[in-house]
């Protein structure tokens, strides 16, 4: 979007389809948090990293990885800390690691959790990840069709559904209701 040309009609659009309010407004004051998981590439995947942002180019064990501009670098090196490359292939287990480790305490509390990834071998490897410490799972990403995603909210958000919601930040960012869940948790920022 370069911008937009009807900025009063945008405005009226917004302001008769969104809800804004303080932390207060909604009873929430005191009880929402961030917190920074820092997780660490393993030494060789840091040194590809490297490699590919200096170069736009790098050798891997699965293949060759290259950028052609800055929009493609910043893709590339997206996927290769989320742990995986364009084919799917994984490159390390870190982030996925973290997020189970980080999961099962939550698990073991009783709370639900939603769970948003960038990529579809993130979004999998996180269902996995999560299903492992014992949570069901439901999935919203761009494999899903548009006619499923509200059904997909919505056992999420029933009562006995699964505790557990893996969503692609595309396919699970607009418009829906995610009030079941204790936390959320961004694999990538």
Partial sequence: IIRYRNLKRLKRIVEATSVSCTA??????????WQIL??????????????????LIVQTEHGVVDAANQGVLRLRLLQVTSGFLTG????????????????ANLFEQGENLVVYCRFTAEVDAARASLERVGYRTQVLDGRTASRDRSGVVAKFQSPGGPRALVAQYQAGSVSIELTNAAEVVFTSL
């Fill in 88 to 103: 799917g292939e994984q490159v390390h287990g870190a982030k996925v690691d973290a997020l189970q480790r980080y999961a």
């Fill in 38 to 55: 820092s997780v660490s590439l393993p030494q060789r995947v840091r040194r590809q990293y490297d490699e590919l942002a200096e170069e």
């Fill in 24 to 33: 207060k407004q909604a009873g929430l004051e005191g009880k929402l948090f």
